[in-house]
């Protein structure tokens, strides 16, 4: 008998767990028995391991082997444990005792020749052997710049099989991690060229000092897209967590780009406005995959047309938009993904949706059931609404409006603010304070409150819409320079609800 050990991980949504693979060579009629909950893809890595090591010069044994991977009631999936597999069966038919194996965790899959193929989240995985105390990971070369994004663990990368069992004897070496360049940023629009529109500009520059979820109503053509394609622009960039945890989740997906692997502006995502639900919370069979929502985590994600998104995924927004994360149950266990996003709906008035709101040919009762399909529970849970209207010829002749860097100076200096106002209570941006504080440690004098209070008491509003309107109000405080709210930012958080928006 004659026993073989590597090691690999098993990512279940973004967490990783350490899988310890067995090769066992007895006697018996040839054959390969792999036990411990593999689904279709790994069943299908005994082909690739065979034909693998055949290739690359080595003997493959003709007995029978038994690789179990342990622990044995969690499932696998994919064809991360390729080379893993093949270095145990390698070790346990050449009775090998190699040290290097014994303390490396392994990931990759194997082409039939023996070469080593990129595989999808490495970032993870990587992440997970470094919790667990593991000093080394050998990733294929094409995953070496995302794995080295994980400080105080060494990384190598690996090209073949034949490389890999040179280097595990001694023998040969591997590829070193270089330093990635930083992404060059993109050119963007500046928001000088919005001609006119003062109070939607006005809806955005709040929406990213404080995080909050903004809608925007008006005719086709006005800049509804425009406008929330800039809203990316206007935030800062994530900090070194935040962007391993953004860079993280789309590793999952399959996004990355092999260039440039590190994510460090917050994402933008639009999804098509006929998305399924698994698409926009996400979905798939066997363990679940991220969705818009995930992938638009730390960022913006913008529904075009939400008037004609289904109303089951516009419902199934609720629950992420509250607790900033989204748990999905499938057959192989429950994945749990951060969802911590801004969210930015356009849609139009009507149908038919006509410049001038007097040519509208569409019944009132088209007009009611057209934006009733956003349930009040989904809107009440949106900080800014504005109306956008049409702009007369005089617009063009108006002065140049304030730049994107000028924008982009008060954001930040208003999210500085909230940081070190919140920063005592593990809070960064006024979208995630709760409710509680505000109206305990944080609460402001009746004379303050006097409009917010008479809304609640005339039912105009709920007790979450007053909550999030005392978050806005916080936020045009810290763009103001005041330490707290005054009567007027209480005044025009309120009508951002109740009117439309207004400065």
């Known amino acids: 008998m004659a026993l073989g050990r590597a090691f690999s991980v098993a990512v279940r949504g ?3 767990h350490i899988v310890e693979i067995e090769a066992d060579i007895t006697s018996g009629l040839p054959g390969v028995h792999l036990v411990g909950l593999p689904d279709a893809a790994l069943q299908e890595s005994r082909d690739r391991v065979r034909a693998a090591i055949t290739n690359c010069g080595s003997d493959w044994p003709q007995a029978r082997l038994t690789l179990a991977l342990s622990p044995a009631t969690l499932p696998k999936m994919g064809s991360v444990y390729d080379i893993a597999l093949a270095m145990a069966v390698m070790s346990a038919h050449g009775k090998a005792e190699w040290n290097r194996l014994e303390k490396t965790v392994l990931l990759g899959e194997l082409a039939l020749d023996g070469r080593v193929r990129p595989v999808k989240g490495v970032l993870p995985a990587v ?3 470094k919790r667990e105390g593991w000093p080394l990971v050998v990733v294929p070369v094409e995953n070496l710049a995302e794995a080295a994004l994980v400080h105080d663990i060494d990384v190598k990368g690996v090209r073949t099989l034949g490389q890999l069992k040179s280097w595990i004897e001694g023998k040969g070496q591997l590829e070193e991690s270089v330093e990635t360049p930083s992404p060059a940023p993109s050119p963007t629009a500046d928001l000088a060229d919005v001609i006119g529109q003062t109070q939607a500009r006005y809806a955005v520059e709040v929406a990213a000092a404080g995080a909050h979820h903004l809608m925007l109503t008006g005719p086709p053509g006005i800049g509804k897209t425009m406008l929330a394609q800039w809203l990316p622009g206007l935030l800062p960039t994530l900090t070194e967590s935040e ?3 953004v860079t993280a989740i789309h590793s999952v997906a399959g996004l990355l780009s092999g260039s440039t692997p590190l994510i460090t502006r917050p994402p933008f995502v639009a999804p098509h406005h006929t998305s399924s639900v698994a698409a926009m919370v996400g979905g798939g069979s066997g363990m679940a995959r991220p969705g818009a929502v995930s992938r638009a985590h730390r960022g913006v994600l913008f529904l075009d047309e939400c008037a004609e998104i289904g109303v089951s995924v516009m419902e199934a927004l609720r629950t992420p938009l509250e607790d900033g994360e989204i748990r999905l149950a499938r057959r192989d266990g429950v994945a749990r993904y951060p969802a911590r996003f801004q969210l930015v ?7 038919c949706a006509p410049a001038d709101p007097r040519d509208c040919i569409c019944p009132g009762q088209v007009k009611r059931r057209y934006l009733g399909k956003l349930s009040g529970p989904l809107l009440d849970r949106v900080d800014l609404v504005v109306e956008m209207h049409p702009q ?7 002065q140049e409006g304030e730049s994107t860097a000028a924008v982009c100076q008060r954001v930040a200096t208003a999210r500085q603010a ?13 979208a995630e304070v709760s409710g509680s504080l505000l109206r305990k440690r944080f609460r402001l004098p009746p004379a303050v409150m006097k409009p917010l209070s008479g809304a609640l008491d005339r039912k105009q509003i709920s007790m979450r819409g007053a909550d999030r309107s005392l978050r806005v109000a916080w936020t ?9 709210p005054v009567l007027e930012d209480v005044s025009t958080a309120l009508s951002f609800r109740q009117s439309g928006g207004a400065r």
């Open 14 to 16: 973004l967490d990783g």
């Open 476 to 484: 045009l405080a810290d763009l103001a320079g005041r330490t707290s």
């Open 392 to 398: 007369l010829a005089g617009a063009f002749a108006q």
């Open 127 to 129: 992440l997970a052997a």
């Open 418 to 430: 909230a940081a070190e106002r919140w920063g005592p209570y593990g809070i960064r941006t006024n």
């Open 345 to 351: 709906l356009a849609a139009n008035p009507c149908p």
């Open 243 to 245: 962007a391993l945890e």
